[in-house]
């Protein structure tokens, strides 16, 4: 027997999918020979994925399951299921078969083969529409410039040899972008290209409000580039108000000085909204500073189940 697989697989609102995925996933690995045990985390559901889980623990015992007292995000609860994992090598995917489980034989594999961490990449980014395509683009382009990794085609699907998930957990802020801190770790890293699969049931937590608010948080994570904007935005402006203020005392001093009544206004609107548009980007690294520093865990477990010779 080879060594053993931890699946991680992070749920919320999933009830429709857990037993199928379990099964799905469960039969791959067993055909392959695999040792493994699947680690489901209830993201604090508010439909049966809970006691799905419970069901199908009973009935087996490769599976563990972990509740948390509510909803606290897909990152906590990957870091979570990494935690509580205890393969020697440990894969993180969805659990609505979006990420096909025929590449979790071919991650595992390559890790056999020496590679310690495995990345799924997406060969093509599914069914999506073009602003959303277009957003993402642009949101993978900052965050590939300020790590030097190119994220464009990145997931969460990965696999991680312990000495990196090792690593990964040692991280010590809360909020941890796991798609891009499993690459920031180093290590020999081999990629496996994939096909986004149409989700089977159930609908994606995606809401416009929660990528925006995903891309935003991960851009500041990552990149003090819009503090930079600010700073350069700041420059040019200087640069105006000496050109207009010399430009103003000319005209004074030549006598011929207009009530440009117009322009004030104007200038007055646009160097405020500037103004305050700067304050709220600065505001925002505060509150992040603020939320790391009040050190609040992750995430609270309520609940845990595994097998009994554990
Ligand atoms: N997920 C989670 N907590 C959340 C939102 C999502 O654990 O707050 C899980 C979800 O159950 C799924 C995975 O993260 O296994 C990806 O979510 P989803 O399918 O909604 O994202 P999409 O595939 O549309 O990007
Ligand atoms: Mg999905």
């Not at 469960?26 to 392959?32: A, C, H, N, Q, T």
């Not at 312990?162 to 802020?173: C, G, H, S, T, V």
């Amino acid at each position: 027997m080879g060594k053993k697989l931890s699946v991680v697989l992070p749920s919320y609102n999933e009830e429709q999918m857990i037993e199928k995925t379990a099964k799905v996933v469960g039969d791959i690995l067993s055909r392959e020979q695999i040792p493994y045990e699947l680690v489901f985390v209830n993201d604090g559901s508010k439909d049966h994925t809970w006691d799905k889980i419970l069901k199908i623990k009973e009935e087996d015992s490769c599976i563990k399951g972990i509740c948390f007292s509510r909803n606290f995000g897909k990152e906590s609860a990957v870091f979570a299921g990494i935690e509580q994992a205890d393969g020697d090598c440990i894969a993180v995917m969805d659990c609505d078969l979006q990420h096909p489980p025929e590449v979790l034989v071919k991650m595992y594999r390559l890790w056999e083969d020496g590679f310690q961490v495995i990345e799924g990449v997406k060969a093509s980014r599914g069914k999506e529409s073009f602003i959303h395509k277009m957003f993402a683009k642009t949101f993978y382009k900052i965050i590939s410039d300020a790590t030097g990794i190119d994220m464009s085609r990145a997931s969460d699907f990965k696999l991680l040899d312990r000495q990196a998930a090792d690593e990964f957990l040692k991280l010590p802020e809360r909020n941890v972008f796991f798609r891009a801190l499993s690459s920031w770790v180093g290590f020999k890293t081999a990629y496996v290209e994939f096909d986004v699969r149409e989700r089977e049931a159930g609908a994606s937590k995606w809401s416009f409000k929660s990528l925006v608010k995903y891309a935003v948080n991960n851009i500041t994570s990552f990149s003090a580039a819009p503090m930079q904007i600010v700073t350069f935005c700041g420059i040019v402006f200087f640069v105006f108000a000496v050109i207009l203020g010399i430009q103003s005392l000319y005209m004074y001093f030549a006598g011929h000085a207009v009530a440009g009544f117009t322009t004030v206004i104007l200038l007055l609107l646009l160097v405020g909204s500037i103004l305050m548009f700067s304050l709220g980007v600065i505001g925002y690294y505060i509150a992040k500073i603020y939320d790391e520093v009040k050190m609040r865990p992750r995430y609270i477990i309520s609940e845990v189940v595994k097998s009994k010779d554990e």
